[in-house]
């Protein structure tokens, strides 16, 4: 008819004339198809946007929000951790997210930064080493066990209780061996508890494995 309005020709029309034509659209359908653009991926979210998550509440984003954090932003939450002109109570909100964060860059990142930040007598650095400790346990895997048995050396005892509390929660049987060895010789009482806790957090010896 003159003067109709000619519909654009969709995937899905073409899809329908190979059914009613034969194969004779079928390379016109393949073509069309290999042509169509990727859907494209969700922009990370900006730096500003992800500090304001992280400063929700007096008390910060809860566990399902670092979460969601991790998963969209991993590697603005390490721009954050690693960054001493910002402020500590940030970092460490950030340094917390990042267990959640299950990334080889991510996982790369918290062994390196235990292992810088260690011989720090700076009272800030220590709190975020433990944190960072905490979240290695967490991830597990790696060099994690290798890394966290060296703060159980550490001469400050909250670092190597956190030390322990993280070998702990890495469920590895690799990480009875540090612990019984630092509860040999060890003076804290709450260090102590902590080594022993964990201890009995880790899961039983396979059958045949040697002690």
């Known amino acids: 008819m003159r003067g109709a309005t000619r519909r654009p020709t969709t995937i899905a029309a073409v ?3 190979v059914i009613r034509t034969g194969p004779a659209l079928a390379i016109v359908l393949a073509v069309l198809t ?3 653009p990727a859907p494209a991926a969700p922009a990370a979210p900006a730096r500003g946007d992800v500090e304001a998550r992280l400063l929700k509440g007096a008390r910060g984003p809860s ?3 670092q979460a969601d954090i991790a998963r969209d932003a991993p590697r603005v939450l390490i721009q954050i951790a690693g960054d001493r002109a910002a402020a500590v109570a940030l ?3 950030a340094m917390n997210a990042l267990a959640y964060a299950r990334t080889a860059e991510v996982h790369d990142f918290l062994e390196n930064f235990v292992i ?3 011989p720090s007598t700076d009272r800030d650095d220590r709190q975020l080493l433990r944190r960072a400790a905490v979240s290695l346990g967490w991830q597990a ?3 994690a066990v290798e890394v966290l048995a060296l703060l159980l050396d550490h001469a400050d005892a909250d670092v190597r209780s956190d030390a322990a509390l993280a070998l702990g929660l ?3 049987r ?3 061996k540090p612990l019984r060895s630092r509860l040999e010789h060890e003076s804290d009482a709450a260090v102590r508890a902590q080594i022993e806790s964990q201890l009995r957090a880790l899961p039983p010896a396979a059958a045949g494995a040697k002690p």
Request: no cysteine; proline share 0%; aromatic share 4%.
């Open 63 to 65: 566990t399902t929000e």
């Open 141 to 143: 895997g790696g060099r």
């Open 116 to 118: 810088r930040y260690m």
């Open 34 to 36: 290999a042509a169509a």
């Open 170 to 172: 890495t469920r590895a």
């Open 15 to 17: 899809r329908a004339a």
């Open 91 to 93: 970092r460490g909100r």
């Open 174 to 176: 690799a990480a009875e």
